[in-house]
């Protein structure tokens, strides 16, 4: 009885090695180091976070700073020379998305040239003019492409510009130009840096700046005053 009972017993039993094989056989090396059995051993897949889009109703903060290089002359006034050189500028913008597509806007923009060519006001005398730009503009920006990640867009700027020039000499003389008329059209570049924040964009602009430097006070000067721009935004969901 005891001989029968004990060779049942060693039928039943498995050895250390029956053991080993029969784990290493139903269950998979992942899934003992995440203490998962084999019928929940399928790997939980997280959900990447959504890249920002546009939406209607957003509403955007946007700072800017760029540096700028005047593209026109004095011609118009009878001088082969630059009216200013490499310049840079600071603004605010603020737009609200109308359509996926479209986004209104004002812009507030200052630009501070630096001193452009000498020339001669008589033999004797030299001068050196120098400009900075302040422009209040209505700016929608068109989105030409709105569900990826980065966003093409069209900036466009309509407005006013005053402008304060400065002419070096002997003394310097300041001549001033308010209300002209504005505008400037580009190209930018929008992207969602962090993908696990929305609410924070990048972009890269380039644009085309247009306006007209108009004084009387010491006869009539007319001058345009063309420059491009490359400006780095900041634009915050608010």
């Known amino acids: 009885m005891c001989l029968t009972t004990a060779a049942a017993a060693q039928e039943d039993s498995w050895s250390q090695e029956d053991i080993l094989n029969f784990f290493n056989s139903n269950v998979k090396k992942e899934d003992v180091l995440q203490n998962k059995t084999p019928a929940n051993s399928q790997k939980t897949k997280t959900k990447p976070v959504a890249l920002t889009k546009t939406q209607v109703g957003d509403t955007r903060l946007s700072l800017l700073i760029g540096a700028n290089l005047p593209t026109s002359d004095m011609n118009d006034v009878g001088l082969d020379k630059q009216w200013g050189s490499t310049g840079i500028s600071g603004g605010l913008q603020l737009f609200h998305f109308v359509t996926e597509n479209v986004a209104l806007g004002a812009e507030f923009h200052y630009t501070h040239f630096q001193s452009g060519d000498p020339f001669y006001l008589t033999p004797l005398i030299q001068a050196q003019p120098q400009m900075n730009v302040t422009n209040y503009m209505f700016a929608p920006r068109i989105y030409i492409d709105t569900g990826s990640n ?56 380039f644009r085309y700046n247009h306006t007209k430097f108009v004084n009387n006070d010491y006869g009539r000067i007319s001058l345009p005053i063309e420059y491009v721009s490359l400006l780095l935004h900041i634009d915050f969901k608010i």
């Open 150 to 205: 980065p966003h093409i867009y069209i900036p466009i700027g309509i407005g006013f510009a005053n402008m304060k020039g400065k002419l070096r000499s002997v003394r310097t003389i300041s001549l001033s130009s308010n209300g002209s008329f504005a505008y400037y059209i580009g190209l930018g570049l929008e992207i969602q840096p962090n993908k696990n924040e929305q609410n924070i964009l990048c972009a890269a602009e």
